[in-house]
């Protein structure tokens, strides 16, 4: 089954308002990832995180990495609407990676 | 480069028939995988191969087959559709399973009716 879960499904925002995406892991993870999908599109690479309590930050974008390496979240702040689409995590425990079922954001002009 | 690219971009198949996605990258990376996209479900992996001659099975295999003969080539075969294999399909590739970011094709939209 699913192991890993983000939360929430469906994020409506007003342009300008902050926006918060979470991903738990039943297991550790030894690394985990974050990639962007534009309606219509694939996803896209965003960011990695390899270290416990590890926090990156891309421009309004910033990602943390727990420090069990079992969660991690994603947080946009002032959001425009090029943000607009589903933000997934995923992690590789094994050999496999293992998507989370991804956050949709809808950007209200 | 062209990265990676999926053929064909839309399929739609009779309950029963067999086809192949076909997916290929010029990027020379050793891991290659194949994914299914449903509403709500988020990406499931069917199978993938840590290099050429290698394959193994994901979280959701059931009729699909997979084979490796080049580093390059991953097609994913769907051996008699069902309705339930409705989906976008993507094909993703890294360097390898250990800390790199996958490239994705671009989708292929399947419908079986």
């Known amino acids: 089954g699913q192991q890993v879960m983000q939360i929430p499904q469906y994020q409506h925002v007003q342009e300008g308002e902050d926006f918060t995406t979470y991903c738990n892991s039943s297991t550790t993870l030894s690394n985990i990832q974050w990639y962007k999908q534009r309606p219509g599109g694939h996803p896209v690479f965003l960011i990695q995180l390899v270290k416990s309590g590890e926090v990156k930050k891309q421009k309004r974008l910033t990602f943390q990495f727990g420090e069990a390496k079992k969660n991690s979240s994603l947080h946009i702040t002032a959001t425009q609407t090029t943000d607009v689409g589903t933000y997934f995590c995923a992690g590789a425990p094994s050999n496999q990676f293992y998507f989370g079922t991804g956050t949709s954001l809808t950007v209200i002009p | ?113």
Request: charged content about 15%; overall charge negative; some cysteine.
């Open chain 2, 1 to 113: 480069n062209a990265g990676v690219t999926q053929t064909p971009k839309f399929q739609v198949l009779k309950t029963g028939q067999s086809m192949t996605l076909q997916c290929a990258q010029d990027m020379n990376h050793e891991y290659m995988s194949w994914y299914r996209q449903d509403p709500g479900m988020g990406l499931r992996l069917i199978h993938y191969s840590v290099g050429a001659g290698i394959t193994d099975q994901g979280e959701v295999p059931n009729g699909y087959n997979v084979s490796r003969s080049t580093t390059e080539d991953f097609p994913l075969r769907l051996l008699s559709a069902a309705p339930s294999q409705t989906s976008v399909y993507f094909c993703a590739s890294s360097y390898s399973i250990d800390s790199y970011e996958q490239y994705f094709g671009p989708g292929t939209r399947l419908t079986v009716t």
